[in-house]
């Protein structure tokens, strides 16, 4: 299984970007997908999870800013970000596994992609 992260790059304040993660290598609709991001000298914290019913959980940091969503049938999330902040600035990985309350309080996960930049100004 292959978790590839596209989309980040380098945004002023209050802008937009939109996180893509292709899975590639299984097809299982029931597993959990979410995001998770590790700013400069900082520990990995959760951003938003999604399981197969559509159910979403949030950071409260990001909460009415970032919405996370899935294509099934393209195995592919979405990790769309609005009124970015310079705090929002980290590394995002997305993730895929089978429990969203492991992954969730637990950073749990079946498989990781490699990461993408996010730099906000």
């Known amino acids: 299984v292959q978790l590839v992260e596209s989309g980040g790059g380098s945004v002023r304040a209050g802008g937009s970007l939109r996180l893509s993660c292709a899975a590639s290598g299984y097809q299982d609709s029931s597993y959990c997908m979410g995001w998770f991001r590790q700013p400069p000298g900082k520990e990995r914290e959760g951003v938003a999870v999604?399981?197969?019913?559509?159910?979403?959980t949030y950071a409260d940091s990001v909460k009415g800013r970032f919405t996370i969503s899935k294509d099934n049938a393209n195995n592919t999330q979405y990790l769309q970000m609005n009124s970015l902040k310079p705090e929002d600035t980290a590394m995002y990985y997305c993730?895929?596994?089978?429990?969203?309350?492991?992954?969730?309080?637990?950073?749990?996960?079946?498989?990781w992609g490699q990461g993408t930049q996010v730099t906000v100004s």
């Open positions: 993730a895929v596994g089978s429990s969203l309350l492991q992954m969730w309080f637990h950073q749990k996960a079946d498989y």
């Open positions: 999604i399981n197969s019913d559509g159910v979403t």
